[in-house]
């Protein structure tokens, strides 16, 4: 009999190569408004970072602090939150867990 070796946990990413580390979590963040309720343009200049987005990948928590967030979760977050960051083209905010406010 061979002895079970144990194979390193694999993250699904929803087709990205990043992997966050310890209770770290990535965010896409939502579109920002591209116009108010009443049909006013807003310029790139005067738009408001968003504050929700969808998680896309998750780190595996800290030693009897698992994430409590999961891929596809849509979140909000602090306004200032986060590190923001560019891979193949896309915006992403990365962010520790604490730092989301609440799951929609």
Known sequence: MHP???QPKQFNTMSVNIRPLADRVL???AAAEEKTAS???IPDSA???PQRGTVVAVGPGKKDEPTTVKEGD??????????ELQFEGKDYMI???????AIL
Not at 74 to 83: A, F, I
Not at 95 to 101: G, K, N, Q, V, Y
Request: cysteine-free; overall charge negative; aromatic content about 6%.
């Open 4 to 6: 079970q070796t144990e």
């Open 27 to 29: 965010v896409e963040p």
């Open 39 to 41: 049909g006013i343009i």
């Open 47 to 49: 738009k408001e970072k």
């Open 74 to 83: 849509t979140v909000l977050y602090g306004k200032y939150s986060g590190t």
């Open 95 to 101: 962010m520790r867990e604490a730092d989301i406010l």
